[in-house]
């Protein structure tokens, strides 16, 4: 079956300084998405990437698919107190409809 | 625009009782997911519904667990009898169509003693 790794599992960071996660898959993707989880909350989700290469921004936070469509990364640019969260990856492979979620990277921002 | 809605917010129960979680999708979205998140196993999908058909089961844990989507307004994923161990946060969420992004709801405590 699909397989998704997501690191860091954890990541305390200074307000001001920048945050990235990864997110690699074991199978070609046909698109990743990417979704934020504040303490208590549910998962919200945040943006979509399908062609390989693409890079989204979203204010601060930056979006980027791999060439392969095999791994992502989400950045975050001079972080805030309000990006505490957990940002988790989620994978739809071609075969299977449903989306397979990674670990998620618990984010601390210290102010 | 409602979002996905889930009752109850918080469930405590004893062993060996029933527990039946609900959840209204969002008007027009046609797949439907229940998600059980733990922090030891983190977000895991239990099963998903296409046009209130059941499509894929494979993450229902045993036969203690079991869902049903009678109409395209409704869902329910039951346990019975419910144990310590399915102790989680349980999450309704639904999408426009299988691939979409989901929208959840605000998920069901469950605390089972």
């Known amino acids: 079956g699909q397989q998704v790794m997501q690191i860091p599992q954890y990541q305390h960071v200074q307000e001001g300084e920048d945050f990235t996660t990864y997110c690699n898959s074991s199978?070609?993707?046909?698109?990743i998405q990417w979704y934020k989880q504040r303490p208590g909350g549910h998962p919200v989700f945040l943006i979509q990437?399908?062609?390989?290469?693409e890079v989204k921004k979203q204010k601060r936070l930056t979006f980027q698919f791999g060439e392969a469509k095999k791994n992502s990364s989400l950045h975050i640019t001079a972080t805030q107190t309000t990006d505490v969260g957990t940002y988790f990856c989620a994978l739809s492979g071609w075969s299977a409809r449903q989306l397979t979620f990674g670990s998620g990277t618990q984010l601390t921002v210290l102010p | 625009d409602a979002g996905v809605i889930q009752s109850p917010r918080h469930e405590v129960t004893e062993m060996g009782q029933e527990v039946t979680l609900r959840c209204k999708p969002i008007?027009?979205?046609?797949?439907l997911f229940w998600y059980r998140q733990t922090m030891m196993r983190g977000l895991e999908l239990l099963i998903y519904f296409n046009n209130n058909v059941p499509i894929d089961d494979s993450g229902m844990p045993e036969d203690r667990f079991s869902a049903k989507m009678p109409n395209a307004s409704f869902s329910t994923l039951k346990i019975q009898p419910s144990e310590p161990r399915d102790s989680a946060v349980y999450f309704c969420?639904?999408?426009?169509?299988?691939?979409?992004?989901?929208?959840f709801g605000n998920g069901t405590r469950l605390t089972v003693t």
């Open positions: 990437l399908v062609k390989s290469g």
């Open positions: 199978t070609t993707l046909s698109n």
């Open positions: 969420a639904s999408s426009r169509d299988s691939g979409s992004p989901l929208h």
């Open positions: 008007s027009g979205h046609n797949s």
